[in-house]
Nanobody, 124 residues
Framework: VQLQASGGGLAQAGGSLRLSCAAS????????KGWFRQAPGKEREFVSA???????AYADSVKGRFTISRDNAKNSVYLQMNSLKVEDTAIYYC???????????????????WGQGTLVTVSS
């Protein structure tokens, strides 16, 4: 599976962006898919994920502002980011794995497919 993330860019605080991640190589409709981010000088952190059955999870820092969704027909996963904050600035990576148990959904080591990342910059 190859993952291609897009949709990053520059936004003002309070604004919105929508990230997309398209998969190729195989159908990954039943895979767990997620988003992680890495800010300069910081470790990669969990943002959101959706399991094959549709269960979603969010980091506390984005809950209520970000929404993960998927379109199985397009082999894609999305991250709608609203009410952006300066601290949301980071490179956002999409990721996927055939399956993941709920207790491990926030761990980067649970995922074995990664996209190249897309930069999100939020200005004040």
């Amino acid at each position: 599976v190859q993952l291609q993330a897009s949709g990053g860019g520059l936004a003002q605080a309070g604004g919105s962006l929508r990230l997309s991640c398209a998969a190729s190589g195989r159908t990954f409709s039943n895979y767990a898919k997620g988003w992680f981010r890495q800010a300069p000088g910081k470790e990669r952190e969990f943002v959101s994920a959706i399991r094959g059955a549709g269960t979603t999870a969010y980091a506390d820092s984005v809950k209520g502002r970000f929404t993960i969704s998927r379109d199985n027909a397009k082999n894609s996963v999305y991250l709608q980011m609203n009410s952006l904050k300066v601290e949301d600035t980071a490179i956002y990576y999409c990721t996927a794995v055939q399956s993941v148990i709920i207790s491990h959904i926030r761990s980067a080591s649970s995922y074995n497919y990664w996209g190249q990342g897309t930069l999100v910059t939020v200005s004040s």
